[in-house]
């Protein structure tokens, strides 16, 4: 019912820029909250960026001032424009989304996840 494909992962060089997408399809539904999630090897996933339904944003520390986070919501589409990206950002990074289901209940959802590797 609820679909959520992220693309735009890729090996880039320290210093390089990456775009990354997540298409969400939901048969009708609205979107509420959605976000990026990263998970490094031996890590846990952790919140990089996350933005509401009326465009308000927050990101975590370690991304401020180099990653921007936006959405189209007549596209169900959100993005992450990653700039001036560093070895440490390498990860999988993954869309998660809030979607209403009926009045007063939503459920959340995942995608499959997209590989982002910078090298030094």
């Known amino acids: 019912q609820v679909q959520l494909v992220e693309s735009g992962g890729d090996s880039v060089q320290a210093g390089g820029s990456l775009r990354l997408s997540c298409a969400a399809s939901t048969s009708g539904l609205s979107i509420n909250t959605m976000a990026w999630y990263r998970q490094a090897p031996g890590n846990e996933r952790e919140l990089v960026a996350v933005i509401t339904s009326d465009g308000m944003t927050n990101y975590a520390d370690s991304v401020k001032d180099r990653f921007t986070v936006s959405r189209d919501n007549a596209k169900n589409t959100m993005y992450l424009q990653m700039n001036s990206l560093l070895p440490e950002d390498t990860a999988v990074y993954y869309c998660?989304?809030?979607?209403?289901?009926?009045?007063?209940?939503?459920?959340?959802?995942w995608g499959q996840g997209t590989q982002v590797t910078v090298s030094s």
């Open positions: 998660y989304a809030v979607v209403n289901i009926r009045s007063g209940y939503s459920s959340t959802y």
